[in-house]
């Protein structure tokens, strides 16, 4: 298994890119609105590892509500697997709480899943399955 992404709340793309851009270096992509999760996110290369910036399309959202409980920062750690929905069954079959039970669509046309904070320490995992 291997780290897909890193991934950044932030309050506003734009800026936010703007001030990863120095850093990192351009986009890999035009940012993408990914409707199932309420968010526009936008990839920087960093490697093999990319960071995700997370933009809430609306308050309600996770990342909405994120960003207003907890302010902008760490959001979750994305793992690159071969099934999302075997890691999911996995975690499942071991009793640990996940958010999705199936792989659902994600940003750049892949397969996601997430495992609850409470599976590893507090820290919200995300299952990765693509190219």
Not at 4 to 27: K, N
Not at 59 to 77: C, M, Q, T
Not at 80 to 96: K, M, N, Y
């Amino acid at each position: 298994m291997e780290l897909d992404h890193i991934g950044v709340a932030v309050a506003d793309l734009a800026g936010a890119a703007a001030r990863w851009r120095p850093l990192l270096g351009a986009p890999s992509g035009a940012p993408e609105e990914v409707r199932g999760q309420g968010v526009r996110v936008a990839f920087l290369s960093a490697g093999s590892v990319h960071v995700e910036l997370l933009e809430a399309v609306r308050p309600d959202s996770p990342v909405g509500r994120f960003v207003a409980k907890r302010g902008e920062g760490l959001h979750h750690l994305a793992f690159r697997v071969p099934s999302v929905d075997a890691a999911l069954s996995d975690l499942i079959r071991r009793g640990e709480p996940v958010v999705d039970r199936n792989a659902r669509p994600g940003a750049r046309g892949r397969k996601v899943g997430f495992a609850q904070p409470a599976a590893f320490g507090g820290v919200l995992v995300e299952f990765v399955e693509g190219p």
